[in-house]
């Protein structure tokens, strides 16, 4: 009861914010707004409501405003660069072509909101889940690689018109830092030491110190040459893409940064592969749908060969998994069902970052 009292509190909040907002500057003016559907996340507050204005038109769009937190200005300029970024896709792309993303209707820094237009489809995630990819026929598993095979093509135009773009930077907000391979190392590194303060136990000491070396030699083989630069989605995975036919949608900028072109890739693939923790994905298929989406990327390489490509993809997986292990061990208490679970994966981790390091140190 007090959890619907508190959504109900914040839908009437982000009904107000967009009645006011939106008729002003020269917009039409907001005579109804229709709340849809609801959902009250844990780091964010989602409306799908219907839009009408006085000109008659009739719009459906997605409001997310962010959950407060400590440092307000972090989570302003979060707002402000997703809106920036999608607002430069919007310009540069066919609106009506193969790859695409959401108008941007509105935003908000200040009060932490944006307002996207909708997009008919299905999330690529949802698609994936509702198929138990052991059982599922011939045909859905074509499917789905054909969606995974869009993935590929819509991230390849994305970084094609981002190249060299820092998110915000149309809208005069301070240039981040680059993500390159030695920021993601310090990234990397910075977040080892938190796992290990955080839960002593999971991470043997003389692990940790191969960890940081392994990430070290692989920075020095890295740095050859000029790093290209390209803005990063940060999120970029099955349950930020929609799918419709012919047709795929890039959803949510909101953990944007920009720097290396292989974070993006990496980071969908590492996404695909924790399916393999659930017993009812097989592995095959996964590495099918991994193959397709880089085929469609256009890559070099297939799945088995992926994180072995570049020295910067090694250190990608490593911060990749150092991250999920940090999340896993969120909840330390390992003795609960799901802290079982959660326990087991942890584990099952361990053990693959331990084969991917000790695979190229030899013997």
């Not at 409501?49 to 038109?57: E, L």
């Not at 994936?128 to 990819?133: G, K, N, Q, R």
């Not at 095959?284 to 256009?298: E, K, T």
């Amino acid at each position: 009861m007090i959890e619907q009292e508190v959504v109900h509190v914040r839908a009437q909040s982000v009904l107000w914010m967009l009645g006011e907002q939106l008729g002003t500057e020269g917009r039409p003016v907001v005579t109804r707004i229709e709340p849809l559907k609801l959902l009250n996340r844990r780091l964010s507050f989602i409306m799908y409501c219907r839009i009408i204005t006085d000109d008659g038109r009739d719009r459906l769009a997605w409001a997310k405003i962010l959950n407060p937190s400590v440092n307000p200005e972090i989570k302003q300029r979060r707002v402000a660069r997703d809106f920036d970024l999608n607002n430069h896709l919007y310009g540069a792309i066919d609106t009506t072509g193969q790859f695409r993303v959401p108008e941007p209707v509105y935003h908000s820094p200040e009060h932490r909101l944006v307002v996207t237009g909708h997009i008919a489809g299905t999330v690529l995630q949802t698609k994936i889940e509702s198929h138990a990819l052991g059982f599922t026929s011939a045909r859905d598993i074509r499917g789905l690689e054909y969606d995974c095979r869009l993935a590929g093509g819509w991230l390849r135009s994305f970084q094609a018109l981002t190249e060299g773009y820092c998110p915000g930077q149309e809208s005069g907000i301070e240039l981040m830092k680059v993500k390159g391979a030695g920021r993601i190392v310090e990234q990397t590194i910075d977040r080892l030491r938190q796992l290990v303060d955080e839960d002593p136990r999971l991470l043997e000491p003389a692990l940790v110190s191969e960890i940081t070396y392994f990430l070290n030699t692989n920075l020095a083989d890295h740095r050859s040459g000029e790093e290209a630069v390209c803005s990063i989605h940060g999120d970029f995975f099955a349950g930020n893409l929609m799918v419709d036919g012919e047709t795929i949608a890039g959803l949510d900028f909101e953990s944007t940064t920009w720097g290396s072109p292989l974070f993006d890739p990496g980071y969908f693939v590492f996404q695909l592969e924790t399916l393999q923790e659930k017993l009812r994905y097989k592995n095959s298929i996964v590495s099918h749908l991994v193959d397709a989406f880089l085929n469609g990327y256009g890559i070099d390489t297939d799945h088995k060969q992926f994180w072995d490509y570049r020295p910067e993809l090694r250190i990608i997986f490593l911060s990749l998994a150092i991250s999920r292990l940090l999340s896993l061990s969120a909840n330390r208490r390992w003795t609960s069902a799901r802290g079982i679970y959660r326990h087991m994966i942890a584990r099952n981790l361990i053990k693959r970052l331990k084969s991917h390091i000790r695979f190229h140190q030899g013997p």
